[in-house]
Every structure is written in C-alpha cells, then in structure tokens.
C-alpha cells in the first residue's frame, strides 16, 4: 500500500506558477504509476499529468501540455507538479495518485486528500 499526501496549492494570479508535491509514505514509487488529476467544481476528475509504473515515459493532458512539468524522487518519495502560466481554468482541486498498472487512470488504486489551487484573473 501507498499513501499520498498532497501540498503546495494555493491561491495565485493568472500567470502565476505553482509547484504542487506529493508525498508518498508505504511502498517504493516505483511499484506505481504516478500521476496528478484535478477536479473543478461541478466537473469531474479528469487527468492532468503522469509517470509511467516505468518511469521512461511521461504525458500530459493537452489543457496543460508546454505548462505543466511533473518529475519524482523516488528516494524521498516525492512527485511533483509544477505548473506555469496559470489561467483561471486551471481552478480546481488537485489529486495525486499512484496506480499498481502501467499508467494512472480516474479508477487508480491509491489517492490523496487533494490540495486547492485557485487562480485569480
């Protein structure tokens, strides 16, 4: 098992940067896939960025893509997020999670408690 807590989140202004972490307590990373989901109010969760179980591929949602960079220390159990020129959409709660499968998909078997980001216009 694996445990994930998130931080980092917060409130910014458009264009503003964010670096999200995760940290993960239990069972090495690399046992899983990782990755970061967000869900905006009245919306669903949906996928922003992820780690390959691997850890030789990486990819991102097109929403995020050229603006969003995610990496792992996999000795300090860490994922990160790190997210650029932020927009307003960008709101939302934001997940980390770790999937025993090759890639972290919305049905992933361990989550966090999810950390507000809210991006000011």
């Known amino acids: 098992q694996v445990q994930l807590a998130e931080s980092g989140g917060g409130l910014v202004q458009a264009g503003g940067s964010l670096r999200l972490s995760c940290a993960a307590s239990?069972?090495?990373?690399?046992?899983?896939?990782m990755g970061w989901f967000r869900q905006a109010p009245g919306k669903e969760r949906v996928f922003v960025a992820g780690i390959n179980r691997s850890g030789d591929r990486i990819y991102y949602a097109d929403s995020v893509k050229g603006r969003c960079t995610i990496s792992t220390n996999n000795a300090k159990k860490m994922v990160y997020l790190y997210m650029n020129s932020l927009k307003p959409e960008d709101t939302a709660v934001y997940y980390c999670a770790a999937h025993r499968g090759q890639a972290v998909t919305t049905r992933s078997d361990y989550w966090g408690q999810g950390t507000q980001v809210t991006v000011s216009s």
């Open positions: 239990g069972r090495s990373l690399s046992t899983y896939a």
